[in-house]
């Protein structure tokens, strides 16, 4: 979903942007180009009238005088993993969500939990300890477990990030608490 994907089955596409960079003087275009370069390294790109958004990782670039001072076209080469916007659903019991994309992605559970609970399980991966006012996240998006932004890992018996499958899933739980799925639905 993002470029952690924890053997998430999409190989990222390439994609390749230009720029047309200036500024009043040489240093200032140099310096634009420099900003931009930074802004570019990790983003999302979104395409006017395109229904996708594009995690990309830049991976190569390129830079050429266009001997109109001073500007320079900057050539940028991303690999990107092609997704729609984010989905978040609220549940408040076992239901059944869709993922329109057509390779797994990586789901985030968050938990808020009314009363003190021992254990909760949550689409097969149980966690301990949890108490009201407190929101758990199994992050399967950027692989990480947290209570209140903590780390919270070792409280789960997790063994792999949750991922969503293409198509129905059924996210099961253990008692009538409120979560939140959210993921990226993703195509190869």
């Known amino acids: 979903s993002n470029f952690n994907l924890f053997n998430i089955e ?10 047309y960079v200036g500024g009043p003087s040489y ?9 931009l370069l930074i802004a570019a390294k990790q983003c999302v790109i979104r395409k006017e009238g ?15 005088n266009t001997e109109v001072e001073p500007y320079d076209l900057l050539s940028l080469k991303f690999a990107v993993i092609r997704r729609k916007p984010l989905v978040i659903k609220k549940l408040e019991k076992t239901a059944v969500i869709y993922n329109e994309g057509n390779v797994p992605s990586g789901v985030c559970i968050s938990i808020s939990p009314e009363k003190a609970l021992d254990t909760f399980t949550v689409a097969g991966i149980t966690i ?8 758990y996240v199994i992050d399967g998006i950027v692989g990480r477990v947290t209570a209140n932004g903590v780390n919270y890992f070792a409280h789960t018996d997790l063994v792999d990030f949750p991922k969503i499958q293409p198509g129905k899933n059924e ?17 190869s």
């Open 27 to 35: 240093e200032a275009t140099q310096t634009n180009i420099s900003n």
């Open 10 to 19: 999409a190989e990222p596409a390439e994609l390749v942007a230009e720029f």
């Open 171 to 187: 996210i099961v739980m253990s008692e009538e608490i409120p979560v939140t799925v959210s993921f990226y639905p993703v195509f």
């Open 50 to 64: 395109d229904i996708f958004e594009y995690a990309a990782v830049l991976i190569d670039r390129d830079s050429e």
């Open 128 to 135: 301990e300890d949890l108490n009201p006012g407190t929101t």
